[in-house]
Each structure stands twice: as C-alpha cells, then as structure tokens.
C-alpha cells in the first residue's frame, strides 16, 4: 500500500467515524423532538371556574388548547360517542348503533353516560343500557327520555317507565305520513347518528295522523295526547275537520304561556284557526276580529304571527278586517287584547321575525309583548345582545349582530359582507363568534373537512380552527369549556408526532389557550 493510499484510507475513516456520529446525533433529535412534541400535546386539564352557558368566554381569544380526552376504554363502553349534551349540570352522551329486525324495523342501542367535566379530568357518574326505536332523545328539565324511560341525570336513576312510548317521528312541518312528537322550533343538540331535542313546554306533544289512525279509517277522529315528564297522559284532543272539511291540529310554532296554535292546511299552506292550552287541552276558537286566512310559516319566515311570552303579536297583510302593517295584540289564549297601528317602525316584520335575542349565558329569551312593540318601534332589541337570521335553500346563516351586518375580508382584502352558519356561538359580550364563515366556506375544496374556526365578529379575523387542536365540531358547556367531536381521520404523522387527537380519542374537551 502506497502513502497515498494510506492516506485516502485514514481519511474514509474519519469521514465514516463522522458520518455516525451524525446519524447518531440526529436520532437522537429525532427522539427528542418526538419526546418534546408529546410533552408539548399532553392535555392542559380543565382549571375553570364552572359556569355553564351558551356563550364562550372570551379567553378563547388567545385560541385553543386540549384540556382532556377521552377513549371508549375511559367512558366504559364500546364504540364511539355519537351524541352529547347537557342537562342538570351534566354531561350526557351516547354510544350506539342502528340495527335491522328481522322484520325490517331499526332499533337503536346503546349507553347512555352521566359525566361530570367540572374537575381538572371529566368523571364518569353512571352508565344505562337503552333500546329504543328512535334515534332521537329528548331532554326534559333534569332527565332524559330515551326508549321509553324517563332517566334522572345526575345520577342515572330511572324514574319513570311509559307504557306507551313517544313515536319516532319529530315533526317540524305539517307532514301527515306517520304519528309524530309536536315541538317548537329548537337547538337540538345533533351528533353524527344520534340527537337531543330539548323539551320546552310543560308538556310533550304527540299527534296521530289523520291518515293513520289506531284502526287505519280515514274516518276515524286521530288524536293528539300531551304527556307528563312521567309518562302519564295530561290530556288528549281529538282532531277536527273545520267547515271547509280540512284536518286542523296544533302548529310547531312557539307557545305563548302555555298556549299553542292550531291549524289547518289550506293548498299546502298553514292558517289559523284556534288555541290549545298546553295545562288542559282545553281549545278557544279563533275570534271573529279575523275573517281571512293568517299565515303561520315560521319556516319561511314569512308567518304573520308571533309569540311573546305573554300572547302574541298579529301583523296585517290579507285581512278583511285591519289594514296592512296593523298589529292585532292577544292574550295567550288567543282573546283580542287591543288593537294598534305603530306610527313608527324602525324594524320591519320580517327582520323582527327572525331575529333572535339571548342573555348573557346565551339563551335565547322570549319577549313581552311590550318589548317586542318597543322592538319593531325603535329598531331595538329586548337585550343587549341580538342577531338575525336568514333562510336560504341551503339552510339558515347569522348574518348581522345588533343590527351591524358581519364583515370579512376577501381574498382581495376588501372587506365582505359575510355570514355564519346557524349554530354558530358567541361570547357574552358579542366580540366573538364560533362558527363556519361563509367566505372561508366558499374557498374550500368541497372535499375537505370543514370544522368551526373562532373569528373577531366586528372584522371577521380569523383566530384559530377547531381543525388545528384535532377537533370537527364542538359546543359550550361552561363558558370556559367546549366539548368537542374528534377528528375522525387525523393525519399518522401528526399523530406520530404527538398531534391532537390521540389514537382512540373519541371526546374532547377544548379551554382557552394559556399564555407559553
């Protein structure tokens, strides 16, 4: 071997010898980094102070961080969670699937899960096997009604069992194909398979439909039941054929003091006709002060009646006897109280209709009738915090606060009216909002998983996305504390690397972003 060689030799060694020491530095990097990463993701835990509300603190203007999650292994079931809400303080969820019979009916079973998120780690409370015939559940003050039991939620106890179960069918229009639950225009709280329908009025509301009564004869006289929390019957209303020869039972639209509107369907559309009281049964014919049909399509927004939470509000349009923009005001059981020509109007009907006022843990809040006058008279809400609606084919969109049209900027920059989804939560002091823009929407490959992001509602900034902690969609339990849906297919590397969510992670819970 040659000098040369010799030295060519010694010097591949040391390039080796340095080349491993590289790799093996860089490994460990790598560890590290990986290390670091699941330090950096390991959950906050929730440190808040436990008030429930509809409206998000405004901490969350720091953006998000993960305070827990939970497995199917945590909750003590099988399969992953398809529904939550609250009720009485407690988180309730459900896991479940549908099955077919062998006569080609579904059924739904599963768990229902008590959970008490209060602590820096959720506590599971208790568990209750269901069967039910429904994938919808109604919440009723401090329980749940789900496959013909009435369940208490602090703690799981079964405090009633109906023997005749609510129907399947939830009704929110006029479709007389089956029997049906009646309900007011709500927020349901829906999960990807399963729902809770809060139950409002002092009783639940079921109808049989004139072309399916219990014997299946057209002639026969269908009825409609209320039923207690207990699942005793409070009254029951045989349903009617008007004059005209036309079905009329009760609307869906809201009540006014325990009252509620019945109807009949006149060439597919609905009209007054009548009051039920929700305590009795008992029906107050409609007063002679209408000769015309009134339109009650709260749907639409185009209905000329509104509930206040002590009678209701008529708004002339097509009647014989007052004038168009008159307002007829009744008592809840449907009595003329007065009637009035407002001499001004800042705020027309249809924006009335459809606007919604919320106090400050973000219920929405019904208003008197001297309230909603002083409302269309100055263009003023009955809260501090208000915001408007608006229904399109696709759906209905928030699309203004307190009168102030929501505004984003374009991918020019220039600033945009825009909307938010109906669903959408803001903060007490409307300086946040938690929702899908529809100016973000429209930039987005419709293939791409779109979840909620937190903006600015003044200037429609964008804060940070629900997506960026691993979660698809989420909703406020305290003010402080959102309970949020995983995202169901996370990306392996962000996994690996310690990325929220963590494997098997089937809830979440989602707190204000603290200061690093």
Not at 425 to 444: M, P, V, Y
Not at 490 to 505: A, E, K
Request: charged share 15%; hydrophobic share 35%.
């Amino acid at each position: 071997m040659t000098a040369p060689d010799s030295a060519r030799n010694f010097l591949v060694s040391v390039l080796g010898f340095i080349r491993e020491r590289k790799l093996l530095v860089t490994a460990i990097a790598v560890v590290l980094g990986i290390g670091l990463s699941w330090l950096i993701h390991l959950p906050t835990g929730y440190s808040g102070h436990a008030h429930p509300s509809q409206a998000i603190s405004t901490d969350f203007s720091s953006g998000f961080s993960v305070a827990w999650e939970m497995t199917s292994k945590d909750l003590g079931v099988d399969g992953p969670v398809v529904a939550t809400t609250r009720v009485d303080g407690v988180l309730v969820a459900v896991t479940g699937k549908k099955d077919g019979s062998s006569k080609g009916a579904t059924t739904f079973s599963g768990t229902l899960i008590g959970i008490d998120p209060s602590g820096s780690t959720p506590t599971v409370l208790w568990r209750h096997e269901f069967n039910s015939e429904s994938d919808t559940f109604f919440t009723w003050d401090d329980s749940i009604i789900a496959g013909g039991e009435t369940i208490r939620a602090s703690d799981g106890t079964v405090t009633a069992t109906w023997d005749t179960p609510l129907p399947t069918t939830v009704g929110y229009d006029h479709d007389p194909s089956s029997p049906r639950v009646v309900l007011s225009p709500s927020h349901p709280s829906w999960g990807a398979v399963a729902g809770f329908i809060p139950v409002t009025w002092p009783v639940v509301v079921t109808c049989t439909s004139i072309y399916n009564s219990t014997t299946g004869g057209r002639d026969e006289e269908p009825s409609c039941t209320g039923w207690h929390k207990d699942g005793t019957q409070a009254w029951n209303y045989a349903l009617t054929r008007n004059a005209d020869g036309q079905t009329v039972h009760p609307t869906v639209i809201s009540t006014a003091n325990s009252h509620l509107i019945v109807w009949h369907y006149d060439n597919d559309h609905p009209y007054l006709d009548s009051f039920l009281s929700l305590t009795d049964g008992s029906v107050t014919d409609l007063g002679v002060a209408f000769s015309g049909y009134l339109s009650i399509d709260s749907i639409d927004a185009t209905s000329n009646i509104y509930a206040t939470s002590d009678g209701w509000l008529v708004y002339g349009s097509i009647y014989a006897h007052f004038e168009d923009g008159d307002i007829a005001v009744l008592n809840p059981d449907g009595s003329l109280r007065e009637m009035m020509t407002l001499t001004t109007n800042s705020l027309s009907w249809r924006t009335f209709i459809t606007t919604t006022c919320v106090d400050a843990d973000g219920q929405a809040v019904q208003p008197t009738t001297e309230q909603a006058l002083a409302a269309l008279r100055t263009g003023h809400g009955w809260t501090p915090m208000c915001s408007n609606v608006v229904t399109s084919g696709s759906g209905s969109s928030i699309y203004a606060l307190n009168g102030r049209w929501f505004l984003a900027a374009d991918e020019d920059g220039t600033p945009t009216y825009t909307e938010y989804e109906q669903g959408a939560f803001l903060s007490a002091d409307g300086s946040l909002i938690l929702g899908i823009q529809s100016i973000e929407s429209d930039k987005k490959n419709s293939t791409e998983e779109e979840a909620p992001a937190l903006y600015y509602s003044q200037s429609g900034v964008k804060i940070a996305s629900l997506s960026q902690v691993g979660a698809r969609s989420a909703q406020p339990f305290y003010d402080d504390l959102l309970i949020a849906t995983p995202v169901p297919k996370r990306n392996v590397f962000l996994r690996y690397l310690g990325g929220y969510p963590h494997p098997d992670t089937v809830l979440m819970g989602i707190t204000p972003k603290r200061a690093s």
